[in-house]
Protein backbone atom coordinates (compact mmCIF):
# COMPACT_ATOMS: atom_id res chain seq x y z
CA UNK A 1 0.00 0.00 0.00
CA UNK A 2 0.90 3.34 -0.78
CA UNK A 3 2.26 6.20 1.63
CA UNK A 4 -0.17 8.81 -0.21
CA UNK A 5 -3.19 7.83 -2.07
CA UNK A 6 -4.91 9.58 -4.69
CA UNK A 7 -8.04 9.63 -6.82
CA UNK A 8 -6.39 8.99 -10.80
CA UNK A 9 -9.26 10.64 -12.08
CA UNK A 10 -9.83 12.09 -15.08
CA UNK A 11 -12.55 14.39 -13.03
CA UNK A 12 -14.38 15.97 -15.64
CA UNK A 13 -16.48 19.32 -14.74
CA UNK A 14 -18.13 21.93 -16.08
CA UNK A 15 -16.62 25.57 -16.22
CA UNK A 16 -17.73 27.33 -13.17
CA UNK A 17 -18.41 24.62 -11.08
CA UNK A 18 -16.45 23.91 -7.61
CA UNK A 19 -13.81 20.85 -7.58
CA UNK A 20 -12.94 18.64 -4.44
CA UNK A 21 -9.31 17.01 -5.13
CA UNK A 22 -8.42 14.91 -2.12
CA UNK A 23 -5.36 12.39 -0.61
CA UNK A 24 -5.25 10.05 2.15
CA UNK A 25 -2.17 9.13 3.91
CA UNK A 26 -1.12 6.89 6.06
CA UNK A 27 2.30 8.01 8.07
CA UNK A 28 1.03 10.00 10.64
CA UNK A 29 4.54 11.56 11.08
CA UNK A 30 3.40 13.95 7.81
CA UNK A 31 3.28 17.39 9.14
CA UNK A 32 4.06 19.82 5.76
CA UNK A 33 1.21 19.11 2.55
CA UNK A 34 1.47 20.62 -0.83
CA UNK A 35 -0.69 20.98 -3.61
CA UNK A 36 1.48 21.18 -7.01
CA UNK A 37 -0.48 21.45 -10.59
CA UNK A 38 1.11 19.66 -13.82
CA UNK A 39 0.07 20.49 -17.12
CA UNK A 40 0.72 17.80 -19.43
CA UNK A 41 5.26 17.21 -20.25
CA UNK A 42 5.51 20.29 -17.37
CA UNK A 43 6.99 20.28 -14.23
CA UNK A 44 4.52 20.75 -10.85
CA UNK A 45 4.06 24.06 -9.90
CA UNK A 46 3.30 24.82 -6.31
CA UNK A 47 0.12 25.69 -5.58
CA UNK A 48 -0.38 25.53 -1.91
CA UNK A 49 2.00 24.89 1.24
CA UNK A 50 0.59 24.58 4.97
CA UNK A 51 1.81 23.21 7.61
CA UNK A 52 -0.36 21.07 10.59
CA UNK A 53 -4.26 21.01 10.48
CA UNK A 54 -6.46 23.75 9.37
CA UNK A 55 -7.28 25.69 6.47
CA UNK A 56 -5.26 27.66 3.80
CA UNK A 57 -6.92 30.13 1.12
CA UNK A 58 -5.63 31.56 -1.50
CA UNK A 59 -7.60 33.00 -4.41
CA UNK A 60 -9.97 30.36 -6.08
CA UNK A 61 -8.16 28.23 -4.12
CA UNK A 62 -8.41 26.34 -0.82
CA UNK A 63 -6.32 23.70 1.24
CA UNK A 64 -7.48 21.62 4.15
CA UNK A 65 -5.87 19.44 6.04
CA UNK A 66 -7.35 16.71 8.57
CA UNK A 67 -4.63 15.30 10.22
CA UNK A 68 -6.91 13.41 12.97
CA UNK A 69 -8.21 11.68 9.47
CA UNK A 70 -4.98 11.84 7.29
CA UNK A 71 -6.83 13.37 4.65
CA UNK A 72 -6.23 16.41 2.88
CA UNK A 73 -8.16 18.21 0.38
CA UNK A 74 -7.98 21.24 -2.34
CA UNK A 75 -10.89 23.27 -3.54
CA UNK A 76 -11.24 25.45 -6.49
CA UNK A 77 -13.87 27.36 -7.25
CA UNK A 78 -15.26 28.62 -10.39
CA UNK A 79 -13.41 26.15 -12.15
CA UNK A 80 -11.75 27.65 -15.52
CA UNK A 81 -11.04 25.22 -18.55
CA UNK A 82 -7.34 26.70 -17.65
CA UNK A 83 -7.52 24.78 -14.52
CA UNK A 84 -7.30 21.38 -16.48
CA UNK A 85 -4.16 19.76 -15.74
CA UNK A 86 -3.07 17.17 -13.26
CA UNK A 87 -3.05 18.26 -9.52
CA UNK A 88 -0.58 16.20 -7.10
CA UNK A 89 -0.65 15.99 -3.50
CA UNK A 90 2.69 16.02 -1.40
CA UNK A 91 4.07 15.89 2.13
CA UNK A 92 6.94 15.79 4.55
CA UNK A 93 7.45 14.91 7.88
CA UNK A 94 9.80 17.60 8.44
CA UNK A 95 12.54 16.96 11.14
CA UNK A 96 14.99 17.49 9.00
CA UNK A 97 14.14 15.11 6.37
CA UNK A 98 13.52 17.19 2.81
CA UNK A 99 12.37 14.59 0.83
CA UNK A 100 8.69 15.19 -0.69
CA UNK A 101 6.36 11.77 -0.85
CA UNK A 102 3.73 12.88 -3.74
CA UNK A 103 0.70 10.76 -4.59
CA UNK A 104 -0.03 9.80 -8.05
CA UNK A 105 -2.48 12.45 -9.30
CA UNK A 106 -5.83 13.31 -10.63
CA UNK A 107 -6.36 14.63 -13.79
CA UNK A 108 -8.94 16.95 -13.97
CA UNK A 109 -11.09 18.22 -17.20
CA UNK A 110 -12.78 21.73 -16.89
CA UNK A 111 -15.01 21.65 -19.75
CA UNK A 112 -15.95 25.29 -21.37
CA UNK B 1 13.51 33.98 -16.33
CA UNK B 2 14.39 32.72 -12.44
CA UNK B 3 13.03 29.49 -12.11
CA UNK B 4 14.70 26.32 -11.97
CA UNK B 5 16.29 25.40 -15.46
CA UNK B 6 16.80 22.19 -16.89
CA UNK B 7 18.71 21.03 -19.39
CA UNK B 8 18.19 19.87 -21.94
CA UNK B 9 14.39 18.99 -21.93
CA UNK B 10 14.52 15.60 -24.26
CA UNK B 11 17.29 13.22 -24.06
CA UNK B 12 16.61 10.22 -26.42
CA UNK B 13 19.67 7.60 -25.73
CA UNK B 14 20.19 3.77 -26.80
CA UNK B 15 20.50 1.40 -24.02
CA UNK B 16 24.10 1.21 -22.67
CA UNK B 17 25.08 4.87 -23.16
CA UNK B 18 25.72 7.56 -20.40
CA UNK B 19 23.50 10.83 -20.15
CA UNK B 20 24.32 13.62 -17.89
CA UNK B 21 21.50 15.94 -16.89
CA UNK B 22 21.83 19.56 -15.45
CA UNK B 23 20.24 21.78 -12.70
CA UNK B 24 20.61 25.05 -12.32
CA UNK B 25 18.39 26.33 -9.35
CA UNK B 26 16.54 29.41 -8.35
CA UNK B 27 19.57 31.62 -7.20
CA UNK B 28 19.66 32.39 -3.20
CA UNK B 29 17.93 28.47 -2.63
CA UNK B 30 20.69 26.52 -1.75
CA UNK B 31 18.64 23.38 -1.42
CA UNK B 32 18.59 21.06 -4.42
CA UNK B 33 16.49 18.10 -5.37
CA UNK B 34 16.41 15.25 -7.64
CA UNK B 35 12.86 13.23 -8.86
CA UNK B 36 12.23 11.05 -10.92
CA UNK B 37 8.63 11.02 -12.93
CA UNK B 38 7.27 8.21 -14.92
CA UNK B 39 3.85 8.09 -16.55
CA UNK B 40 0.77 7.94 -14.64
CA UNK B 41 2.42 8.24 -10.97
CA UNK B 42 3.73 11.50 -9.02
CA UNK B 43 7.31 11.89 -8.75
CA UNK B 44 9.92 9.79 -6.40
CA UNK B 45 12.94 11.47 -4.60
CA UNK B 46 16.08 10.44 -5.66
CA UNK B 47 18.48 12.37 -3.83
CA UNK B 48 18.74 16.17 -1.84
CA UNK B 49 21.81 18.37 -1.48
CA UNK B 50 22.28 21.44 0.90
CA UNK B 51 24.96 23.32 -0.44
CA UNK B 52 27.73 20.76 -1.60
CA UNK B 53 26.71 17.80 0.34
CA UNK B 54 24.57 15.90 -0.73
CA UNK B 55 22.54 14.40 2.53
CA UNK B 56 19.79 12.19 1.25
CA UNK B 57 19.94 9.63 -1.13
CA UNK B 58 16.61 7.18 -1.99
CA UNK B 59 16.96 3.38 -2.26
CA UNK B 60 15.69 4.55 -6.29
CA UNK B 61 19.29 5.84 -6.54
CA UNK B 62 21.24 2.90 -7.94
CA UNK B 63 24.98 2.67 -8.16
CA UNK B 64 24.38 3.25 -11.93
CA UNK B 65 23.09 7.05 -11.01
CA UNK B 66 25.56 9.54 -9.56
CA UNK B 67 24.56 13.24 -8.73
CA UNK B 68 26.80 15.84 -7.98
CA UNK B 69 27.01 20.04 -6.76
CA UNK B 70 30.57 20.81 -6.79
CA UNK B 71 30.19 24.55 -5.78
CA UNK B 72 27.01 24.46 -4.39
CA UNK B 73 25.44 26.25 -7.18
CA UNK B 74 24.54 23.88 -10.46
CA UNK B 75 23.90 20.32 -10.07
CA UNK B 76 24.37 17.42 -12.78
CA UNK B 77 22.60 13.82 -12.34
CA UNK B 78 24.79 11.13 -14.31
CA UNK B 79 23.07 7.90 -15.73
CA UNK B 80 25.74 5.27 -16.56
CA UNK B 81 25.06 2.03 -18.79
CA UNK B 82 21.13 3.30 -19.66
CA UNK B 83 18.70 0.39 -19.25
CA UNK B 84 15.15 0.96 -21.07
CA UNK B 85 13.56 1.24 -16.99
CA UNK B 86 15.71 4.63 -17.13
CA UNK B 87 12.81 5.77 -19.48
CA UNK B 88 11.74 8.94 -17.39
CA UNK B 89 10.77 12.82 -16.93
CA UNK B 90 13.71 13.94 -14.23
CA UNK B 91 12.61 16.46 -12.51
CA UNK B 92 14.81 18.88 -10.47
CA UNK B 93 13.73 21.17 -7.42
CA UNK B 94 14.91 23.94 -4.85
CA UNK B 95 14.22 25.27 -1.86
CA UNK B 96 15.32 28.07 0.53
CA UNK B 97 17.77 27.33 2.88
CA UNK B 98 16.56 29.90 5.74
CA UNK B 99 14.09 28.96 8.12
CA UNK B 100 11.77 25.90 8.89
CA UNK B 101 9.86 25.63 5.08
CA UNK B 102 9.58 22.36 3.36
CA UNK B 103 7.97 23.57 -0.62
CA UNK B 104 9.88 23.13 -3.52
CA UNK B 105 10.07 24.16 -6.70
CA UNK B 106 10.37 22.82 -9.93
CA UNK B 107 12.23 22.84 -13.22
CA UNK B 108 10.86 21.98 -16.27
CA UNK B 109 12.19 18.12 -16.13
CA UNK B 110 14.30 16.17 -18.68
CA UNK B 111 12.60 13.88 -20.44
CA UNK B 112 15.34 10.71 -20.79
CA UNK B 113 13.89 8.29 -23.55
CA UNK B 114 15.76 4.73 -23.51
CA UNK B 115 15.58 2.99 -26.85
Known amino acids: QKEVEQDPGPLSVPEGAIVSLNCTYSNSAFQYFMWYRQYSRKGPELLMYTYSSGNKEDGRFTAQVDKSSKYISLFIRDSQPSDSATYLCAMSAGTGRRALTFGSGTRLQVQP | DTGVSQDPRHKITKRGQNVTFRCDPISEHNRLYWYRQTLGQGPEFLTY????????KSRLLSDRFSAERPKGSFSTLEIQRTEQGDSAMYLC?????????????FGPGTRLTVT
Open chain 2, 93 to 105: ASSPGAGVTYEQY
Open chain 2, 49 to 56: FQNEAQLE
